[in-house]
């Protein structure tokens, strides 16, 4: 019985990658969006590093497991207090927002035929005949209620 020889893959050199770019490109400052990270990112640490300092996590999955672990312990972590970037942030994240949201004008005035004859009867709108693509009486109530919310209702029940 001949013996079965392990056979390598050959490695292959790949020449058309510049290695040094590639080093650069994992090395360069990241993009960020928000003014007071930006303001306050120091290029001389590291992305990990610049994030503990403002009291924010580098890896979401890591803070939770010690957090857990923390509190099976009943062991009080000392880098508790949050600092003064990661209060702005979720003052930020609090502020309510305006939508942008918008219906087509059609679709706006189907809505708003809809809502001046039927009134809350959703029932009675699916079987409208101007239902052409056959909503359902639940599609609509969703539409609706979408509509209601948003400035453009106004201004079309106004017609």
Not at 79 to 100: D, F, H, Y
């Amino acid at each position: 019985m001949p013996l079965t020889v392990k056979r390598h893959k050959k490695r292959k050199v790949t020449r058309s990658t510049n290695k040094k770019r590639i080093r650069r490109k994992l090395t360069k400052i990241p993009n960020v969006k928000s003014k007071e990270i930006s303001e306050v990112w120091d290029n001389r640490k590291s992305a990990k590093k610049n994030l503990s300092d403002m009291g924010l996590s580098y890896d979401p999955n890591f803070t939770v497991r010690r957090s857990i672990k923390c509190d099976n312990k009943q062991i009080k972590n000392s880098k508790s207090v949050k600092s003064e970037i990661a209060k702005l942030l979720e003052k930020k994240a609090k502020t309510p927002r305006m939508t942008k949201l918008k219906f087509p004008n059609a679709q706006a005035m189907y809505y708003t035929y809809l809502i001046k004859k039927y009134a809350d009867d959703y029932k009675a709108m699916a079987k409208d005949p101007k239902n052409i693509y056959q909503e359902t009486w639940k599609q609509i109530r969703k539409r609706i209620l979408q509509f209601k919310k948003l400035e453009q209702y106004k201004k079309f029940m106004q017609i």
